[in-house]
DNA sequence: TGAATATATGAATATTTGTTCATATATATT
DNA sequence: AATATATATGAACAAATATTCATATATTCA
């Protein structure tokens, strides 16, 4: 049943298809590349950072007009959108005392439908 | 420069554009939908998932040769698998001793491509 | 200049979550 | 039936992270 390189030790880890582990070793991509997009997804992994751009989906808004909508204290949503700057996913412009936020581009979108199309099943 | 109706006070939140915020709520998808969509994400923001995702876009693999693969002990690969499954991501077959798992569906393909283009930029 | 206000941020706390360890379960083999 | 092995899982621990509170910064207006 098992062909006779296939039962090796690595790490004290049991390998039965040595083949597959090295092609699949292959033809990952590389550690940091897969880092970085659990970094992004880990950004979409909260309920008010989720609300927040689903929000800006709809229009600019300021900072107090996002507490607002969301039923949340200024502080909270300053310290998500600072997390949705730095990963480029929204940008804002100043007005006065005024901070707009809006959508950096419109990757957030179509990520997002993607999620919706394997909820929605 | 702010209109009169546009400065009211919501829980202590105040509210610059009660236009705004009065639309936006309308428009936003229902709480439960966003929760679920957080919920999906927050699989995909860890590297450990996303690592067993991305060796299962190659092959079909079984727990022992994933955690090979990746240098991880067994028992994380299969807690891990475990979260995997419960959220559709990925389905197994059972063969004898060994079972095997593999992608679901290609929404999990679309997702990746998507952000991995937002990090590629 | 001083008061008011919109936003940002550091620190503390509480919660969530990933990994490890030990062990249970299920299947195959002798 | 007993043993070996592939996988699953509960509990404990450690690390990450979201929110709150207090306060700082920046801008406007009087």
């Known amino acids: 049943m098992k062909d006779d390189k296939s039962n090796n030790d690595v790490c004290e880890i049991t390998?039965?298809?040595q083949d597959v582990v090295d092609k699949v070793k292959k033809l990952?991509?590389?550690?940091?590349?897969?880092y970085d997009l659990?970094?992004?997804?880990?950004?979409?992994?909260d309920t008010t950072r989720i609300k927040i751009l689903c929000a800006l989906f709809e229009s600019e808004m300021c900072v107090c007009d996002i507490a607002a909508t969301l039923g949340m204290n200024q502080s909270a949503v300053s310290h998500q959108l600072r997390i949705l700057k730095q990963s480029k996913?929204?940008?804002?412009?100043?007005?006065?005392?005024v901070v707009y936020y809006s959508l950096a581009d419109d990757h957030v979108i179509k990520i997002f439908d993607q999620g919706f199309s394997?909820?929605?099943e």
């Open 15 to 17: 390998v039965i298809h």
């Open 28 to 34: 990952m991509p590389e550690e940091e590349k897969l």
């Open 38 to 45: 659990a970094e992004l997804f880990k950004i979409f992994g």
């Open 89 to 97: 996913l929204v940008k804002h412009r100043k007005e006065g005392k």
């Open 118 to 120: 394997h909820i929605e």
